[in-house]
């Protein structure tokens, strides 16, 4: 009986054992796998991370170097002072150098139109196509040593017969006609009422034949007298055809005999005209006889203390006049075109050969004065 009972005791004992080691195996082995799981589920989230002794700085070997060892050529005190002032010199030779540039810029800049030195940026040849008097195509070199004229082309407008110039702060206008004994009988307050301002009187002219005979204007002491009546100022001109300085003289001097009981407000303009539809004695002139006969009659007429002026148009200021030479006198420009062509200065501009004026019987020239308001 007891040894029964100690049997089972052993037995139950045995049992025990083995439940426990089984239960503690099967607890080693779920902590083992839940480690494993974790490990894993880091490796998805962020890569792996380096060990401390790859983030750590890389180690700089640096040689020891001995007290007596030099490294890099030191310099005296004397010496580095000379060094220095050396090459503060030179920095200050470069930049005294360069405001010496800067300031011969400037006044090169200064001195030179529109800012351009024509030395360094020259300028470039500028040609016009313009239309002469019968429609024909020409073209012309600007000469860029000629003053030019500064007004605006769009400030020309004509109203009627009369042409204006409005929109431009720098200038106002007169009107004028200018006229020859073939206007015949001209009522000259009618002139005026109409709204001209002024007149040029043909106070003479040459023939245009082999002899080439002085006239005056048959009309031209009638007209005087009855444009000054009627409040109009007057200038005159002379209609030439003199082929060397010598006749310009004398055309000058026939002009000044006849001003002598006169008194004008306005110039005395040369009018050196081409004959396009004859044979006439000045067919052979050159350009540089046409501009000295004009400077001749002009300075006679300076000198007796009338303002001279030239009659123009933009052929003789292409082809025949030296407008260097021209340029020292106001001109008035002929161009029927609806705006002046010449890019060259010019006063008066005899805008129409076709007007119509009350007072005038038939075609007469209109003129249009630009006047400086300064």
């Given at each position: ?8 005791v052993?037995?139950m ?5 083995i439940f ?5 195996t ?8 839940e480690?494993?799981?974790?490990e894993?589920?880091?490796?998805k989230s ?7 002794a790859?983030?750590?700085e890389?180690?700089?070997f ?8 030099i ?5 005296s005190?004397?010496e580095m002072?000379?060094?220095e002032?050396?090459?503060?010199e ?8 360069s405001?010496?540039?800067?300031d011969?810029?400037k ?17 470039e040849t ?7 008097a ?14 030019k ?11 009627g017969?009369y ?9 106002t206008?007169r ?5 020859s004994h ?18 040029f009187?043909?106070?003479g ?8 005979t ?15 009546e ?17 006749e310009?003289?004398e055309?000058a001097?026939?002009v000044?005999?006849i001003?002598k ?6 110039p005395?303009v040369?009018?050196?005209?081409n004959?396009?539809?004859d ?6 002139v050159t350009?540089?006889q046409?501009?000295?006969?004009t ?7 300076r000198?007796?203390?009338?303002e ?5 148009n933009?052929?003789?200021e292409?082809?025949q006049f030296?407008?260097e ?16 062509q010449?890019?060259y200065?010019?006063?008066?501009w005899?805008?129409s050969?076709?007007?119509?004026v009350?007072g ?5 020239d209109l003129?249009?004065m630009?006047i400086?308001?300064?």
């Amino acid at each position: 009986m007891k040894r029964a009972i100690l049997i089972v005791v052993v037995c139950m004992l045995a049992a025990f054992l083995i439940f426990e080691i089984s239960r503690y195996t099967a607890r080693k082995d779920y902590t083992s796998k839940e480690n494993v799981s974790t490990e894993s589920e880091a490796e998805k989230s962020e890569p792996a991370k380096e060990s401390e002794a790859e983030l750590a700085e890389p180690e700089i070997f640096e040689p020891e170097v001995a007290e007596n060892e030099i490294t890099e050529p030191e310099l005296s005190e004397s010496e580095m002072t000379e060094s220095e002032i050396t090459d503060s010199e030179l920095s200050g030779a470069e930049i005294e150098d360069s405001s010496e540039l800067l300031d011969s810029d400037k006044e090169s800049l200064e001195e030179t139109p529109n800012g351009i030195d024509s030395l360094e940026q020259p300028q470039e040849t500028n040609y016009l196509l313009f239309l002469d008097a019968y429609g024909e195509s020409h073209q012309m070199e600007v000469n860029p040593n000629v003053k030019k004229h500064d007004y605006y082309m769009s400030s020309f407008y004509r109203f009627g017969e009369y042409e204006s110039y409005e929109g431009d702060d720098r200038y106002t206008y007169r009107l004028g006609i200018d006229v020859s004994h073939h206007n015949g009988d001209i009522d000259f307050n009618a002139v005026k009422e109409s709204g001209i301002d002024f007149v040029f009187l043909r106070i003479g002219y040459r023939g245009y034949g082999e002899e080439g005979t002085l006239n005056e204007d048959k009309m031209f002491r009638e007209y005087i007298d009855k444009a000054h009546e009627a409040g109009l100022d007057v200038g005159c001109y002379f209609y030439s055809q003199a082929i060397n300085t010598d006749e310009a003289q004398e055309e000058a001097a026939l002009v000044l005999k006849i001003l002598k009981d006169y008194k004008l407000e306005l110039p005395v303009v040369f009018d050196p005209e081409n004959v396009l539809d004859d044979v006439a004695r000045t067919d052979n002139v050159t350009g540089e006889q046409f501009t000295e006969n004009t400077i001749t009659f002009c300075e006679l007429i300076r000198d007796a203390g009338f303002e001279p002026m030239v009659y123009s148009n933009l052929m003789w200021e292409a082809f025949q006049f030296d407008m260097e030479k021209i340029g020292r006198y106001p001109v008035w420009y002929a161009d029927y075109e609806p705006a002046p062509q010449t890019p060259y200065d010019f006063t008066c501009w005899q805008y129409s050969n076709t007007g119509k004026v009350p007072g005038v019987d038939g075609e007469v020239d209109l003129d249009i004065m630009l006047i400086p308001k300064n």
